[in-house]
């Protein structure tokens, strides 16, 4: 169900046109005078907490309201540790564990599905951010809070929807309590996972308690780059037994079917296994060197990433691009906050 009028004091299920202007209003205030000029400040939450930078310069702040409170997490800073956990880009499986530091392993759980693979980079975000974030949780649920919002834009929202899973998880396992309301708006985010993520995700958040933003003229939630392999698909599907069906042809249509089929996947399976070279090993070793003690995970034989979260679309039109006209200097024209807030007040809710 879409559409409120105003931000309801207790959580409910549906996307908030108001909930998710104001919470842009309260995280436009990390970034500099330039980030936020002309964008006016939240009348609904106030800042009580702010975390220090960790690991690859991960940051969250927690926002008060009447009835609720908000995970706000940061996305990306202009430095290269930051840059590294969205350019960490190979796929590991959904639950695991992560080596972050000398003195850093995080126990990880994201989805229950074995076939579930997540952004390695987000992940490790995600980790060390967590044992600060079920602390506060916890401190703010002795003070009788028990709804909370979940928010990020860009890296952070990416980060978002991994905080949710493993806070969901935390429920289950009795870390944190079971009557806690988690609801998420995931802003500008990229692709988090696989589909059996986006499956396992969409199931424990329906209906109506996960949302992902998206500008329709922004190149960010199109990455990372999806690459679907014959392993990504489910056990039953008629490319298993290709051989065998190839086997049973006649004898002269064999070598003609061998080659096509090799043709259409060996590029596939090479493109995966440079992604986890460059963009899993390679970019390990740099952190490592700026993290002592991060350590290079194994990763998934994939790079199916796709799109997670009920959609909210936001579609340009030709007034839009007069406001914000397309630019090869300016790349992240669509994926700013001020563009995302004027779709959100053309949106018909």
Same mark, same amino acid.
């Given at each position: 169900m879409?559409?409120?009028s105003?931000? +309801?004091?207790n959580?409910q299920?549906?996307?908030n046109k108001?909930e998710?202007?104001?919470l842009?209003l ?11 000029h002309?964008?006016?400040e939240?009348?609904?939450y106030k800042?009580?907490y702010?975390?220090k930078e960790?690991g ?12 609720h ?6 996305g990306?800073?202009?430095y290269a ?8 880009a190979a ?10 530091g000398?003195?850093?392993?995080y ?6 599905n074995?076939k579930?693979?997540?952004?390695v980079g987000w992940a490790?975000?995600?980790?060390f951010l967590?044992p ?6 916890l401190? !703010?649920?002795q003070k009788g ?5 979940i928010?990020g834009?860009s890296?952070g929202a990416?980060?978002?929807?991994l ?6 998880y935390?429920?289950?396992t ?5 009557d806690i309301?988690f609801k998420?708006?995931c802003?500008?985010?990229?692709k988090?996972?696989?589909?059996? /993520?986006?499956y396992?995700?969409e199931?424990d ?5 996960s949302?992902?933003?998206v500008?329709g ?5 199109e990455l990372?780059?999806?690459?679907q +392999?014959i392993g990504d /698909?489910?056990?039953t599907?008629p490319f298993?037994?290709?051989q065998?069906i190839i086997?049973?042809?006649?004898i002269?249509e064999?070598?003609?079917m061998e080659?096509?089929y +090799? ?10 296994k440079k992604? !986890? ?6 970019v390990?070793?740099a952190?490592g060197?700026?993290?002592k003690?991060f350590e ?5 034989h994939?790079n199916?990433?796709v799109r997670?979260?009920t959609?909210i679309?936001?579609?340009p039109?030709a007034?839009y691009?007069?406001?914000?006209p397309d630019?090869d200097k300016a790349?992240?024209?669509?994926h ?6 004027y779709?959100?007040e053309?949106?018909k809710v």
């Amino acid at each position: 169900m879409l559409g409120l009028s105003s931000v +309801s004091q207790n959580l409910q299920p549906g996307f908030n046109k108001s909930e998710y202007r104001e919470l842009v209003l309260a995280f436009s205030r990390w970034n500099d005078s330039s980030g936020y000029h002309g964008i006016p400040e939240s009348k609904v939450y106030k800042t009580i907490y702010r975390a220090k930078e960790r690991g690859l310069l991960n940051c969250w702040e927690m926002y008060e309201a009447a009835g609720h409170n908000v995970i706000s997490i940061r996305g990306t800073r202009d430095y290269a540790l930051s840059w590294m956990a969205n350019f960490h880009a190979a796929m590991i499986p959904a639950k695991g564990q992560l080596k972050l530091g000398d003195s850093l392993t995080y126990d990880y759980h994201f989805a229950n599905n074995d076939k579930a693979g997540v952004h390695v980079g987000w992940a490790a975000s995600c980790g060390f951010l967590v044992p600060d974030v079920t602390a506060k949780v916890l401190e !703010q649920y002795q003070k009788g809070v028990r709804d909370f919002i979940i928010f990020g834009h860009s890296q952070g929202a990416a980060v978002a929807f991994l905080m949710n899973a493993q806070l969901k998880y935390y429920q289950t396992t009795g870390k944190l309590p079971k009557d806690i309301k988690f609801k998420t708006y995931c802003s500008a985010a990229p692709k988090p996972g696989n589909l059996y /993520f986006s499956y396992d995700y969409e199931a424990d958040n329906q209906i109506g308690w996960s949302f992902t933003v998206v500008n329709g003229a922004d190149w960010v939630p199109e990455l990372p780059v999806s690459i679907q +392999s014959i392993g990504d /698909f489910n056990k039953t599907n008629p490319f298993k037994n290709v051989q065998e069906i190839i086997q049973k042809r006649p004898i002269l249509e064999r070598p003609i079917m061998e080659f096509v089929y +090799s043709e259409l996947t060996k590029y596939n399976h090479k493109a995966v296994k440079k992604y !986890q070279t460059y963009l899993g090993h390679f970019v390990a070793k740099a952190i490592g060197h700026s993290l002592k003690g991060f350590e290079d995970p194994e990763y998934l034989h994939s790079n199916y990433y796709v799109r997670c979260g009920t959609s909210i679309i936001l579609n340009p039109d030709a007034q839009y691009y007069q406001s914000f006209p397309d630019s090869d200097k300016a790349v992240l024209v669509h994926h700013n906050l001020k563009a995302y807030l004027y779709l959100l007040e053309q949106l018909k809710v």
